[in-house]
């Protein structure tokens, strides 16, 4: 066949229709393993190639278009209790930017409780897959967590958590790596030469040590700046914190949490006033007080959409062979809580 083969000359070739040839070459599921196969090999045997402007075109078509106008996304939460993951800042703005995510898209977020540490997760699926649900979003988790066990084929899903213990799940995040380099830079640029650094040991271990391993590849890159880590039991072991702080002579103290520099606190220390401090967790409602790395937790629930809106449409059911594991850098902001450090006459680093 002379020139560029089209979808019109393979579903002649085929015997089936124009319909179901797009399908194959998306690789939809749709229709059936056997006939996809069937077209694919016959695409490769006439060398077909889609026209990159018209697939680049259609491509922008669908991402634009409310592909299931209120078709039900589910976010599954597996705390103790059904309506405790709203006792958290950080999941209520997840939830916050996807549910504004998928209403703009044509979907609707729904919220569904799998048990405590995902107990009833079987039964849920058996729920969702009788309402039509396709589409899986978890919620971060509590840590640690069991490995959830669901029936993936029937599901496109994503979890806004590294702690499911599904290898192959897709997983979007915060680049937790990249933030406390970025707030360590930020300081040392600042004036900073003594930082100490506290992480409750829990809050490194659920984030695969990324904590650590950002500080100690800064501590390689900046051999003349003096930083202390401090690890933690609990954000409550003052026993610890106050010897440590005040053998130490700091410019700035970073918490990983926000509730970690409570301890600055217990000590009779005024934050921003009589002690520098930056946060690697600045919460919405800090945003202008406290400086450090906002991660930004609504966007991260908007890209978990995006995520679904795009697997559904695709037809994209089951856990993929590749699986994408989307980075979300987040920004350094600016706070009243680093005012001291301001006021250190020392020149700033470049």
Known sequence: MAGRISIRDLARIASVSRTTVSLALRNSHKISAAVRK???????????????????????????????????????????????????????????????EAQKLGFRLDHFWAGPRAQNSMKLAKILYSRGIKGLVFAPMPWPHPVLTLPWERFVAIACTTTTGIAELPVVRSNHFRGIGMVLDTLTEMGARRIGVVCVEDDDLRVGRAWSAGLHAFILDHPKVKVRLLRLPNDEALGDFAP??????????????????????????????????????????????????????????????QHISKAIYDQSFG????????LING????GTSLDPLKKLKRPRRG
């Open 38 to 100: 069937r077209i694919q090999d016959l695409a490769a045997e006439h060398h077909y190639q889609s026209h990159p402007m018209v697939a680049a075109l259609m491509q922008q078509i669908r991402s634009k278009k409310k592909i299931h106008d209120g078709e039900i996304i589910a976010f599954i939460s597996s705390n103790d209790f059904p309506e405790q993951w709203k006792n958290s800042y950080w999941i209520r703005e997840v939830w916050k930017g996807a549910g504004a």
């Open 244 to 305: 440590w702080y005040r053998a130490n002579k700091f410019d700035v103290v970073v918490g990983v949490r926000s509730g970690t520099l409570q301890l600055l606190k217990k000590m009779k220390l005024e934050l921003g006033v009589d002690v520098a401090c930056a946060s690697l967790d600045v919460a919405t409602s800090e945003l202008g007080t406290l400086a450090g790395f906002y991660q930004d937790p609504a966007y991260v629930g908007r890209r978990a959409i």
């Open 319 to 326: 856990l993929p062979e590749y699986p994408e594991s989307i």
């Open 331 to 334: 920004r350094f902001v600016e």
